[in-house]
């Protein structure tokens, strides 16, 4: 989290090339290259809404302008009236390797000397650039600075490029083609509101990163399957291309987990008390056709951090998707559409998501004028240091903000179950899954620890139900249904280790020391009276299986190039367990209105859950 005292946006500029072009008119830029490709282009376009966009290319492929060039008409709009001391430039793809695009930008200006940073990324590159342009503000380096963002796709997608290919053009390199477009946008920084008219104060900004935890989705630069590091490992670029190196490709089946990150990610500043959701006017959202699934837009609207639609602004349909440049664009348009009804006071929210390697960003802005801007918010003359503690420190929600026991119990799981996904998807085994280095031997090695594990669940829970005093009757019958489905689970999955060549006996099967610490938890806390906290350890478990099995899945089949028919556990939770999250939720709200401090016990059993869960797998062998 950076906090901000005193920056300001004063103005904001876009750029797009050319002419809009709408749906039917695309195929003369960039051509469809095969029947896959016009297939996937009415799927693609029928869900992400665009209706227009711009190329900076004409109908032979010609470029028509440039990353530099696009980028330096937004810094030339922006700069009329000001000239930025620092400049940071951030884009996916400059025109060349080396140098930066910042300086690119200003060699092709003649801007005189002045501080630069160019950010390479993806989607939050620009909100990377824009933090480190009002970090300038804020310690005084810099009076005023210009952040801005360029994309140039459009020329990896020509269809010439795809000619005279060793192999089948994949999906993942068709999916891009009919989603991204280009253009620039930037906004003006100062250290003070503008002296006429609005200006937005810049509260925080807020970046997360989550390379760690998950294999690239989202990249250009490697052919398929990643045989060489790069591009320039290749004996020639001419082979490189051939071999799709050049080719932007997303894998689209681990995108869920970037709305898994950013929705927790987001539901942890809420708690934090960084952002209030019912505080918040206008929420500028960059990701882009990616639905809300409806389980996770329920849970959003019991936590009390869902955002109503109708506050929601994005002008993805009409300008397309720019990748690191569309929030500026977005903001741009926003800025110029909205000026007039928009008052002092109210917030805007941003939130970018990045699915390079898995990234999210959040900003915060306050609409400002001058008169409403004290001299404490001001940057001094002197550019002394500004102490901004307060500014770091969360807000309290307001009274109207409080959203209940059911949503502060959870916020309190999400902020849990945010550190346990990170922490299972870098174990040994989860890894060797994404990373395509899973063999068979390793799969029977962590059925053979997890199928004891099943088979125990159906028990803890009976002895919960047992616990239960009459007061909680309704709660028993839940547990009681969800028992009896759970029941014969592990019969399923001992028959998938069998079929994929299991020799041992179920009875001899045992769990791994964490797999033995959490059934010993389970069972000994199902044995208390009224052990209501368990609706914390289900949450974990039934979440492991609605949102980390199915990224497992397709993993596992295409490294192990096996049939379905030894993952049907798997294939079966992926599919039915947000039937029982939604059985879960009704659960808690029947606890908490029992029992109002119920929720503390439920986030601390799911805490407790969590913990000895990621031991269980940990401590499934992987070979060498």
């Known amino acids: 989290m950076t906090p901000f005292s005193h920056v300001y946006i004063t103005d904001t500029a876009s750029f797009m090339p050319g002419k809009a072009v709408n749906n039917e008119g695309m195929d003369q830029y960039i051509g469809s290259i095969n029947r896959m490709s016009d297939r996937i282009k009415m799927r693609i376009l029928a869900e992400n809404g665009i209706q227009h966009r711009h190329y900076a290319i004409d109908e032979k492929g010609q470029s028509l302008h440039s990353v530099t060039s696009m980028g330096a008409n937004v810094v030339a709009a922006l700069s009329k009236n000001n000239m930025p001391q620092f400049l940071a430039a951030a884009t996916t793809g400059s025109d060349c390797a080396a140098p930066g695009l910042a300086n690119l930008i200003q060699g092709e200006l003649a801007l005189p000397p002045l501080e630069t940073l160019s950010v390479s990324g993806i989607c939050a590159a620009s909100i990377g650039a824009l933090n480190a342009a009002a970090s300038a503000i804020q310690s005084g380096a810099a009076d005023t600075a210009i952040t801005v963002a360029s994309e140039f796709p459009s020329r990896l997608f020509k269809a010439s490029r795809f000619e005279n290919r060793e192999a089948d053009i994949d999906f993942d390199a068709h999916f891009l083609r009919w989603m991204l477009s280009d253009g620039a946008g930037g906004v003006m920084l100062r250290n003070q509101a503008a002296a006429q008219g609005i200006s937005f104060r810049l509260k925080w900004i807020h970046q997360r990163s989550f390379s760690g935890d998950m294999p690239t989705c989202m990249q250009v630069g490697q052919s398929i399957g990643n045989t060489l590091p790069g591009y320039l490992d290749y004996p020639t670029l001419a082979e490189a291309e051939k071999a799709g190196a050049f080719d932007l490709r997303q894998n689209i089946r681990t995108l869920p987990n970037l709305f898994d990150m950013g929705l927790h990610e987001y539901a942890g500043l809420v708690k934090d008390g960084y952002v209030n959701p019912s505080d918040i006017d206008w929420f500028l959202c960059h990701y882009s056709s990616e639905r809300f699934k409806p389980m996770m837009a329920d849970l959003m609207q019991e936590a009390g951090i869902a955002i109503p639609t109708e506050k929601w602004f994005s002008n993805l349909s009409s300008k397309g998707n720019t990748g690191s ?213 289900i949450y974990i478990i039934e979440g492991t299986g609605q949102r980390i099995v199915p990224t497992l899945l397709p993993k596992l089949k295409q490294h192990l190039r096996v049939s379905s028919s030894i993952l049907k556990f798997i294939e079966y939770h992926g599919e039915n367990d947000q039937a029982h999250m939604m059985r879960w939720l009704e659960a808690v709200k029947l606890v908490v209105k029992i029992d109002s401090s119920a929720a503390k016990e439920i986030v601390s059993v799911a805490q407790t859950v969590a913990t000895l869960y990621l031991q269980q797998w940990k401590f499934v062998p992987v070979s060498d």
Request: hydrophobic share 45%; with cysteine; glycine share 8%.
């Open 325 to 537: 440049a569309s929030i500026f664009i977005m903001l741009d348009e926003f800025f110029k559409t909205k000026k007039a009804s928009l008052k002092v006071g109210q917030q805007i929210f941003g939130f970018v998501p990045e699915s390079g390697r898995f990234s999210v960003a959040y900003f915060l802005l306050e609409v400002v004028d001058c008169n409403t801007v004290t001299s404490a918010t001001q940057q001094p003359a002197s550019h002394a240091v500004v102490d901004f503690a307060t500014d770091l420190a969360p807000a309290p929600m307001s009274a109207e903000g409080q959203t209940g026991v059911v949503a502060d119990t959870l916020k309190g799981l999400m902020a849990v179950w945010h550190d346990y996904r990170s922490e299972v998807f870098r174990t040994d085994i989860a890894c060797a899954i994404m990373q395509g280095n899973i063999q068979l031997a390793d799969y029977l090695s962590w059925m053979e620890c997890w199928i004891p594990q099943v088979r125990e669940g159906s028990l803890w829970m009976r002895r919960a139900v047992s616990s239960m005093s009459p007061q909680y009757q309704q709660l028993a019958q839940l547990v009681q249904t969800h028992a009896g489905e759970e029941q014969l689970d592990w019969q399923v999955l001992y028959q998938d280790y069998v079929q994929a060549g299991g020799k041992l006996d179920a009875s001899h099967l045992r769990r791994n020391p964490g797999g033995e610490a959490l059934n010993a938890f389970m069972h000994s806390y199902a044995a208390r009276k009224d052990p209501i906290g368990l609706l914390g350890g």
